[in-house]
């Protein structure tokens, strides 16, 4: 019905690239008789697999007993599922509802892959069919039971399945650039690089060129060659979000950070506190929405908002230093904008953000940026331009820091 | 490769299920001969069949061609579409690529679709093929050249095409309980209901229940249903996220919101900020991470922390009341807890949270709630109940609000 958006096709593919493994198809099918058709039509296509959702309780749920019945493994009760699930209840303080029980039957012969984040139980299921074996993977729907099992439980025996040759990936990230304007400047580089694979991927203001080689030194070779090139504007995510970068960088710096949002609303916050360990070294944040609380959250003179407005470079400088007094942090970011629909002005129209980096000892710095585009795309990708401006201070925090008598002073 | 997520699946079922054209299949395949395999394969299945991507001028592309082969109807050049692509090059001052030429050839006999915002073409073709009518329509891959073509070519050909009865649609929701707890409320009386169908979908700590008919007073007996069964705690979502909902029964009743979320992190503040009107009636809101904000940010009394911890609800209950009084909203609401995965003490182990609402004049409200599960999925799970329990403090606002003359008190 187009509800939910497959996320799954995306997720698997990346996780199996690395191995060796490529995707030959994908299909979607309503519940019911055609998870049947399917399944059959891919056995003589297929080596491997793998069947997401309808492992649920209710009656729409019929992945487990379509595949039992096509690959003509009876389905068993297995109690240590069954433990599993009454223990994932009783822990929530709940009874076990006996829709439930479904669940802990399997196709015989099944490995069971448990699922911390749920109660169905992913399966791994090899079968000898049309005179060679098969592999079926049955991964739960929902993407946060998923994920976890597929990276825990699925690809370290995938890996071990394929037997594909070792393979070395790196994956580096530029903030701010367009793809087109990154490939320009690495194609001919990379075009000439011997024994690698690469490609560019480009999302929410971030771009990533994703490169695989089986000799690890062409890692080392284009690390070097993408550092020239772009200095600290490039870094090595390798595929993780810029948010767990910027918390495991200011962990081992002990450099304690702090946000004020206006029209990123909290999700620089959310993104920072998404990262296990932020605790450590995110303070706090404010998000102040209304004038009023611009003022009273954060000290901003009324003056300042009525001369400039409050979307201005001085407004966002002061918010910065704001959230830096308040907080007692060493780094803050603030941002204020007009992320539309409506709104704006002359001068500033919709889109129009300011970006400000405030740090201890240094002058407060202020990018205006404009972007236009519709409004959650807006505050994703200002709040990447944030965060990567963290990430920038945080790599140079003791450079910066090279004269420390210097007084705070803002940009204004 | 997964570097794409696939949103046309969602885009075109969206677009066809009110004309009552459901989509038996999706699949998708890599470049190159599979597609011919997949379209084959599609024929005996489908009456309509529509191709996305594969339009483009480079070599890769080779869905016209093989559409072309599969129904047996010769490219033809079309002078028109050529022109069409030529102009789309000149207004933008560019020369036209040689490349670009293989897009103005188009299967004898079809219809093309205009393309303002690139170079591809639609294609629409009725074609006879194993003894009965298929149609064809094939459509260009970037979102923003399918979406507009969809709406303003495509949907109203197939609704002439279609002559579908109308179907009426309605989703409700109820967050805090599981899938299978609401199944067996609902599920006798929908399979008596006559001449529905329904299903359950669950994310992020809400069930949907989805309901479509032919007879609109189906839907009307239903929420009837519905709502002597779970009164407050089931709402008309039509698949519109739970924030959208509370921003615009906010703004339709004048009531002004704020937030103090520690383990939540933002995500709150963020949610309420994605939706356009936010600003209207979302006052500001708090990230104390530390405990030391808590009290700066909030007046939290340092002797409350000392002797409940700030996992409490006494915590909780003044974080609420202080957003309440600095930002001089209406209703507010508080979040602490320990998201994990580490953190958490004896009494109150990762995943415990404490919720706080506090409204004016009314006693502030507390839930306690124990949600062991990844890190992420916490914080959106928290979020979800914290966001609900606006969402019907504000349905209920003015019959809370009958005896106004009560000072505010705190649950601890």
Same mark, same amino acid.
């Given at each position: 019905?187009?509800?939910?958006?497959?996320?799954?096709?995306?997720?698997?593919?990346?996780?199996?690239?690395?191995?060796?493994?490529?995707?030959?198809?994908?299909?979607?099918?309503?519940?019911?008789?055609?998870?049947?058709?399917?399944?059959?039509?891919?056995?003589?296509?297929?080596?491997?697999?793998?069947?997401?959702?309808?492992?649920?309780?209710?009656?729409?749920?019929?992945?487990?007993?379509?595949?039992?019945?096509?690959?003509?493994? /009876?389905?068993?009760?297995?109690?240590?599922?069954?433990?599993?699930?009454?223990?994932?209840?009783?822990?929530?303080?709940?009874?076990? =509802?006996?829709?439930?029980?479904?669940?802990?039957?399997?196709?015989?012969?099944?490995?069971?892959?448990?699922?911390?984040?749920?109660?169905?139980?992913?399966?791994?299921?090899?079968?000898?069919?049309?005179?060679?074996?098969?592999?079926?993977?049955?991964? =739960?729907?929902?993407?946060?039971?998923?994920?976890?099992?597929?990276?825990?439980?699925?690809?370290?025996?995938?890996?071990?399945?394929?037997?594909? /040759?070792?393979?070395?990936?790196?994956?580096?990230?530029?903030?701010?650039?367009?793809?087109?304007?990154?490939?320009?400047?690495?194609?001919?580089?990379?075009?000439?690089?011997?024994?690698?694979?690469?490609?560019?991927?480009?999302?929410?203001?971030?771009?990533?060129?994703?490169?695989?080689?089986?000799?690890?030194?062409?890692?080392?070779?284009?690390?070097?060659?993408?550092?020239?090139?772009?200095?600290?504007?490039?870094?090595? @995510?390798?595929?993780?979000?810029?948010?767990?970068?910027?918390?495991?960088?200011?962990?081992?710096?002990?450099?304690?950070?702090?946000?004020?949002?206006?029209?990123?609303?909290?999700?620089?916050?959310?993104?920072?506190?998404?990262?296990?360990?932020?605790?450590?070294?995110?303070?706090?944040?404010?998000?102040?929405?209304?004038?009023?609380?611009?003022?009273?959250?954060?000290?901003?003179?009324?003056?300042?908002?009525?001369?400039?407005?409050?979307?201005?470079?001085?407004?966002?400088?002061?918010?910065?230093?704001?959230?830096?007094?308040?907080?007692?942090?060493?780094?803050?970011?603030?941002?204020?904008?007009?992320?539309?629909?409506?709104?704006?002005?002359?001068?500033?129209?919709?889109?129009?953000?300011?970006?400000?980096?405030?740090?201890?000892?240094?002058?407060?710095?202020?990018?205006?940026?404009?972007?236009?585009?519709?409004?959650?795309?807006?505050?994703?990708?200002?709040?990447?331009?944030?965060?990567?401006?963290?990430?920038?201070?945080?790599?140079?925090?003791?450079?910066?820091? @090279?004269?420390?008598?210097?007084?705070?002073?803002?940009?204004?």
């Amino acid at each position: 019905l187009g509800k939910t958006l497959n996320t799954h096709l995306s997720t698997l593919a990346h996780a199996l690239f690395p191995l060796g493994l490529r995707i030959q198809r994908q299909t979607t099918v309503p519940d019911g008789l055609s998870i049947g058709d399917a399944l059959r039509e891919a056995i003589p296509r297929a080596d491997v697999i793998m069947v997401t959702g309808g492992l649920g309780p209710t009656s729409d749920d019929v992945t487990r007993e379509t595949v039992s019945e096509v690959i003509q493994a /009876p389905l068993v009760f297995n109690p240590s599922v069954w433990q599993a699930i009454v223990s994932f209840f009783s822990q929530r303080n709940r009874p076990v =509802p006996e829709n439930n029980r479904k669940q802990a039957f399997v196709p015989q012969g099944a490995e069971v892959l448990p699922n911390r984040n749920g109660t169905a139980p992913g399966l791994w299921i090899r079968s000898f069919l049309e005179g060679k074996e098969r592999l079926f993977v049955l991964l =739960p729907g929902p993407p946060a039971e998923l994920q976890p099992m597929l990276c825990d439980e699925v690809i370290p025996r995938l890996k071990e399945w394929a037997k594909s /040759p070792v393979l070395h990936e790196a994956t580096w990230s530029v903030v701010g650039m367009g793809e087109s304007a990154v490939a320009q400047q690495v194609e001919s580089f990379l075009q000439e690089l011997w024994d690698c694979e690469y490609g560019y991927c480009a999302r929410n203001g971030q771009v990533d060129i994703r490169f695989i080689s089986r000799c690890e030194k062409r890692i080392e070779e284009a690390e070097k060659f993408f550092k020239e090139k772009f200095g600290i504007r490039i870094f090595r @995510s390798d595929g993780k979000p810029l948010e767990s970068l910027v918390i495991a960088e200011a962990n081992a710096k002990r450099i304690f950070i702090a946000t004020a949002e206006s029209c990123t609303g909290g999700l620089i916050a959310h993104r920072l506190t998404n990262v296990d360990g932020a605790s450590r070294v995110f303070r706090g944040g404010w998000v102040p929405y209304s004038d009023v609380l611009k003022e009273r959250m954060l000290g901003v003179d009324r003056s300042l908002i009525e001369e400039h407005s409050s979307v201005s470079a001085a407004v966002a400088a002061a918010m910065a230093e704001g959230a830096l007094r308040f907080s007692q942090a060493d780094l803050s970011v603030a941002t204020t904008g007009y992320a539309g629909p409506s709104g704006g002005d002359q001068h500033n129209p919709v889109g129009t953000v300011f970006i400000a980096w405030s740090q201890k000892g240094m002058q407060t710095d202020c990018e205006r940026l404009f972007l236009p585009m519709e409004r959650e795309s807006f505050k994703q990708r200002v709040a990447q331009i944030a965060i990567d401006g963290l990430r920038m201070r945080i790599e140079n925090f003791y450079s910066f820091l @090279s004269s420390p008598g210097l007084t705070t002073k803002s940009s204004k």
